[in-house]
T-cell receptor, first 117, second 115 residues
């Protein structure tokens, strides 16, 4: 079975602090894909990143960085020097290559990040 | 280029009423999806369409039907609404169901309340 766990329900930080959002996944498939989405207060979901299971390189995009570790089945997301505009719910999601569930995104329950000025 | 659009944005139904949620995408994507989002539950897949002419059940299909009208449009129908279907519904699309084009792009959502 596929499962994504985001143990942090809510996180509050003050602007300019660094914050890491945790994501732990479960799958028996050897090929899979991990995603992060952002849902700001306006409600839409915004795609942030996709990572393939065979590519363990970390990724940095501006203030955002992602740490993928297969050994611990984790795909954590760090925001450096957080800003008020980063306040949102962040979802981690998993997709596997298995035939019967191909193309299905399995979402975690999300982490509400609040950045205070 | 509007991306994924959904109508309506808000809807209130009485138990037993029916309605159709509309979704359209202008990105020439092959695959389309319907999700529901409930508080504290993340998003759960209701139905999806890997390509025009095909539809399949997702994780929570009971009480819903879908129609892939053409490549652009994918509708979700509630035949007899129940309070348990109160939720926010998201439509999404992706370029392809197959390798290397998995990112799904989401519409703005429809907030549905069933009383």
């Amino acid at each position: 079975a596929q499962k994504v766990t985001q143990a942090q329900t809510e996180i509050s930080v003050v602007e300019k602090e660094d914050v890491t959002l945790d994501c732990v996944y479960e799958t028996r498939d050897t090929t899979y894909y991990l995603f992060w989405y952002k849902q700001p207060p306006s409600g839409e979901l915004v795609f942030l990143i996709r990572r393939n299971s065979f590519d363990e390189q970390n990724e940095i995009s501006g203030r955002y960085s992602w740490n993928f570790q297969k050994s611990t089945s984790s795909f954590n997301f760090t925001i450096t020097a957080s800003q008020v505009v980063d306040s949102a719910v962040y979802f981690c999601a998993l997709m596997t290559d298995r035939g019967s569930t191909l193309g299905r995104l399995y979402f975690g329950r999300g982490t509400q990040l609040t950045v205070w000025p | 280029n509007a991306g994924v659009t959904q109508t309506p944005k808000f809807q209130v139904l009485k138990t037993g009423q029916s309605m159709t949620l509309q979704c359209a995408q202008d990105m020439n994507h092959n695959s389309m999806y319907w999700y529901r989002q409930d508080p504290g539950m993340g998003l759960r897949l209701i139905y999806y369409s890997a390509s025009e002419g095909t539809t399949d059940k997702g994780e929570v299909p009971n009480g819903y039907n879908v129609s892939r009208l053409n490549k652009r449009e994918f509708s979700l129908r509630l035949e007899s609404a129940a309070p348990s279907q109160t939720s926010v519904y998201f439509c999404a699309s992706s370029e392809s169901f197959w390798r290397e084009h998995y990112e799904q792009y989401f519409g703005p959502g429809t907030r549905l309340t069933v009383t």
